[in-house]
């Protein structure tokens, strides 16, 4: 059976383009590839579409469109993710219409459809009072406990992405001066981080206590799990998890989220509150645009906002003269 043009372009997009051309990371072409899994099934399951018969022509605005309410009625899934499945769509299309010029319309129409709205949300970051009870909760007599207080001070230290973190190998860490971590993020864009002396002590007794410091061991992960492996993204929430845990018990209003991404934002919160420039936290957390950064500075003016009110609410305000009893002012007025 002779293959779709649908079958040779996807094919294509997610083995070429993304990786080749583009030079995607794995994880972020496994999400496009799972876009089309659900798309593939929405079209066998839903519309009644034969797979081996599904071709370019299906694919326009209506069906997306459709798809996407699929999405959201039928698998619940957040305005969040229906925008992410609507940008991988996008991407594809983008592609498409420079690969099959007869398409253009119909790709333009497919681009023309706008991301959902929904409601701005905050930025969820710890106090520093918080952040250094959680910091001090792994128990540092045991190999397990000193790999996991150095993971934690490592993660907030330099704002690192949950994968950034566990792709570190021995050999991404500078120790001599300037000390710094070279991190790999999105689009595989290699950036360097600074570390803080903290940071750089404990790092140094983990090199040395796992052998790390060697230069033949410059390709083993930073951090390793019990088989010598690399963690998982799973496994930093639940290390993290784990530590969180006991500030909560002890804390009865501390009832917020806290993920390895909380970690990212503490650190971009606390750089912007220490009068750091945005453009330099932009830099520093591997931003493509300062737009995204500008989020620290919305949750900053926004505390700053309800510090205000509360403190308007326990100062009695003065009493201000209404302007119109003031008759030298009024005939100044009409005057003019």
């Known amino acids: 059976m002779k293959a779709t043009d649908f079958s040779a372009h996807v094919t294509n997009f997610l083995t070429h383009h993304l990786a080749a051309q583009r030079n995607l990371s794995p994880n972020t072409i496994k999400a496009y590839r799972d876009v089309f899994t659900l798309l593939l099934r929405f079209c066998r399951d839903v519309r009644g579409i034969a797979l081996e018969r599904l071709s370019l022509a299906h694919i326009d605005a209506p069906l997306v469109e459709a798809f996407l309410d ?40 497919i681009l023309a459809i706008p991301l959902r709205r929904h ?36 993660l907030y230290d330099t704002g690192a992405r949950v994968q950034e973190l566990i792709d570190l190998n021995a050999g991404d860490v500078r120790l001599d001066t300037p000390p710094q ?20 002590d404990i790092l140094r007794d983990h090199r040395r206590e796992n052998a790390l410091d060697r230069p033949e061991h410059a390709d083993q992960p930073l951090f390793q799990n019990r088989q010598g492996g690399r963690l998982s993204r799973a496994g930093v929430r639940y ?11 002890d804390h009865t209003g501390f009832t917020q989220r806290v ?18 420039p945005l453009e ?18 919305r949750a900053n003016l926004e505390m700053k906002r309800k510090a205000l009110e509360k403190a308007a609410d326990v100062t009695p305000l003065p009493k201000i ?15 003019l």
């Open 239 to 249: 290390l993290l998890r784990k530590y969180v845990e006991p500030v909560r018990r």
């Open 70 to 109: 699929h999405l959201r009625n039928d698998r619940h899934a957040s305005i969040r993710t229906q925008n992410h499945r609507l940008a991988a769509l996008h991407a594809f299309f983008r592609y498409v219409q420079s690969e099959v010029p007869e398409r253009l319309l119909q790709s333009q129409q």
């Open 280 to 297: 330099i936290i932009r830099d520093f957390l591997g931003h493509v645009d300062v737009k995204t950064t500008e989020i620290y500075a």
């Open 259 to 276: 993920s390895p991404h909380s970690l990212r934002h503490t650190k971009g919160m606390h750089l912007l509150q220490s009068g750091v």
């Open 119 to 154: 409601p701005r949300q905050s930025v969820g970051y710890l106090s520093k009072e918080l952040l250094a009870q959680i910091l001090a909760q792994p128990d540092l007599r045991t190999p397990s406990g000193r790999r996991d207080a150095v993971l934690l001070s490592v």
């Open 321 to 335: 003269p209404s302007w119109k009893q003031n008759k030298t002012l009024l005939e100044w007025l009409h005057s």
């Open 181 to 200: 971590v070279r991190l790999m993020g999105k689009g595989r864009k290699m950036r360097a981080v600074p570390l803080m002396d903290a940071t750089v």
